[in-house]
């Protein structure tokens, strides 16, 4: 679902989202992405309807990032909160929430330390298993 507009997305980040997430409250529009179980597959006793969103969610940011919008995804909120400001009905649950915005140029230093910031990445023989659970070597 969307929220639009400052009066709407103010009672919603300020009702049910934490200090460090109040930033939100600057973007035009909150994504809010709900899911209810009966709406999809269980497999196995595995319910998808979370994984499937969280595919939604990916799709969702890849194409924002494509059109050269802002997103941050968010999952530390209130879920109760949400549900009662937003008048979402039980079965649901809200998975995520993510801004949508416009970006803002960052200061020639912002950009400068970002570019620099060292990324680091867990190896892939770190987590990969290879034909049996536990062997680290490739077949
Ligand atoms: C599933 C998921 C949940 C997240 N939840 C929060 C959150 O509740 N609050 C927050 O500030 N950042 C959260 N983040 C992190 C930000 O959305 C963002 O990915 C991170 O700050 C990196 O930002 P960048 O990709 O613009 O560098 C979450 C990220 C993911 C993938």
Redesign the pocket.
């Known amino acids: 679902m969307l929220v639009q507009g400052d009066e709407a997305i103010d009672e919603l980040v300020l009702g049910a989202f934490p200090d460090?997430?109040q930033v939100m409250k600057e973007a035009p529009l909150l994504i809010v992405i709900c899911a209810r179980q009966d709406d999809d597959l269980t497999v196995g006793r595995k319910p998808y309807y979370l994984f499937d969103a969280g595919l939604t969610?990916e799709n969702l940011l890849l194409a924002a990032t494509d059109l050269g919008l802002?997103?941050?995804?968010?999952?530390?909120?209130d879920e109760s909160e949400v549900k009662k400001i937003l008048e979402i009905p039980r079965e649901y649950r809200v998975v995520?929430v993510?801004p949508l915005a416009y970006p803002v140029e960052p200061s020639y230093d912002e950009a400068a330390e970002e570019r620099l910031r060292e990324r680091t990445r867990k190896d892939l023989g770190e987590i990969t298993h290879y034909g049996k659970w536990g062997s680290r070597k490739p077949v």
Do not use: D, G, K
Request: proline share 8%.
């Open positions: 460090s997430n969610v802002v997103t941050h995804p968010a999952l530390r909120f995520l993510t």
